[in-house]
């Protein structure tokens, strides 16, 4: 079986331990949101039974507030290199859905999975194996919106 490569270096890609190797995760609420606190607790209590490499980037809680994490630069997406976490309420001076849009743009443009030839790894997937109904009657069968 092939591994996928990271074609700016040449490496195997290896999520576990090379934070541009992940593909950018993120957790969407649109109900009921927990209070900051008790996010904060919950994460916490999340971050010290899983692996760095399976937190989320990003929490959004849309109109509400949007949580990732503090590097050494500053506010950025990359758990593995996270000193704390970043909480940001959403404000009329700070809309959390365009710096969520911003994070994810970095990521795409630095992550090396974003880069991937996924047609090499997904060939198969363009194989439908489909049961489809269409009229009989008219050829070509006529557009369903037509109906």
């Not at 990271?6 to 190797?21: A, K, M, S, V, Y």
């Not at 198969?124 to 919106?145: E, G, I, M």
Request: charged residues 20%.
């Amino acid at each position: 079986m092939a591994k996928a490569m990271d074609q700016r270096t040449g490496e195997p890609i290896d999520h576990r331990f090379n934070h541009l190797h992940q593909i950018f995760t993120f957790l969407f609420v649109t109900g009921q949101i927990l209070s900051e606190e008790t996010l904060f607790d919950n994460m916490l209590e999340y971050f010290q039974e899983a692996e760095a490499f399976l937190w989320p980037n990003v929490i959004i809680a849309l109109d509400e507030y949007m949580t990732t994490y503090c590097c050494d630069d500053g506010v950025c997406p990359n758990p593995m290199h996270a000193r704390g976490v970043a909480f940001q309420k959403n404000s009329s001076e700070h809309d959390i859905l365009m710096h969520f849009y911003l994070l994810r743009r970095k990521a795409i443009e630095v992550t090396s999975v974003s880069n991937m030839p996924y047609w090499e790894y997904l060939q198969r997937a363009n194989q439908f194996d489909a049961q489809v109904w269409y009229s009989c009657a008219d050829h070509p069968p006529p557009y369903l919106s037509s109906l």
